[in-house]
């Protein structure tokens, strides 16, 4: 299975800011997807990002507060803007098995505190 | 619309007893399913997964899953738990206007006592 490297794995922010995450895979994916995990919560698909195409996002997540880049078949980035603390949560990157019959597999996230 | 129930918040046994984590999903057609364990401060592991093959799955670390189509259950055993099982679980199903999108339960967590 695809090893996936998350980092920052953890981090702290002050309101206002924005961080990048960047998420790294050991091998070419066609599908990556982010997801947000809030304390105590079950996970949420935020977007599918696919190579050499605009991030598809799911309802009640928008492109200004999550833009996300998907340069190439090995990497991608989610940038959570303008944090609030509501934005604290757990953010995990998934890419697909590649041979189109699932599973997901899920790099360790990470987890953002906003104060 | 697509959902998938974890009946159970919280499970707790003792150690080398038998786990039953329980999940019912809803569906007009018929998704595949999934276990995922995330351990404290980790990602997701995937423990089995059912993709309309045989109705018995069997996971990593011993566990195992049934399918039940008429009961549109898909509950996750152990025979004998360990204390490093104790971590949540969720249930997952894939979406009907995406194979590769899932829905993931609210998750069990599971409590091994000595």
């Known amino acids: 299975s695809a090893v996936i490297s998350q980092k920052p794995s953890r981090d702290i922010c002050q309101r206002g800011t924005s961080l990048t995450i960047q998420c790294q895979v050991d091998?070419?994916?066609?599908?990556m997807f982010w997801y947000r995990q809030q304390p105590g919560q079950s996970l949420t698909l935020i977007a599918t990002?696919?190579?050499?195409?605009?991030?598809?996002?799911e309802s009640g997540f928008v492109i200004d507060k999550f833009p996300i880049s998907r340069p190439n078949l090995t990497f991608s980035t989610l940038t959570v803007s303008n944090m609030s603390p509501e934005d604290s949560s757990i953010y995990l990157c998934?890419?697909?098995?590649?041979?189109?019959?699932?599973?997901?597999?899920f790099g360790d996230g990470t987890r953002l505190s906003i104060l | 619309a697509q959902s998938v129930t974890q009946l159970d918040s919280h499970v707790s046994v003792s150690e080398g007893t038998p786990v039953l984590l329980r999940c019912n999903y809803s569906?007009?057609?018929?998704?595949?399913l999934f276990w995922y364990v995330q351990h404290p401060n980790k990602g997701l592991q995937l423990l089995l997964k059912?993709?309309?093959?045989?109705?018995l799955v069997k996971g990593i670390n011993g566990f195992e899953a049934e399918f039940k189509k008429s009961e549109t259950s898909f509950h996750l055993t152990k025979p004998s738990a360990h204390m490093s099982d104790a971590a949540e679980y969720f249930c997952?199903?894939?979406?009907?206007?995406?194979?590769?999108?899932?829905?993931f339960g609210s998750g069990t967590r599971l409590l091994v006592r000595p």
């Open positions: 997952v199903v894939t979406r009907p206007d995406s194979s590769y999108k899932l829905i």
């Open positions: 059912y993709t309309s093959a045989a109705t």
């Open positions: 091998s070419q994916v066609t599908m």
């Open positions: 998934s890419v697909d098995s590649g041979d189109g019959n699932q599973p997901q597999h």
């Open positions: 990002a696919n190579q050499g195409s605009e991030a598809t996002y």
């Open positions: 569906s007009s057609y018929s998704p595949s």
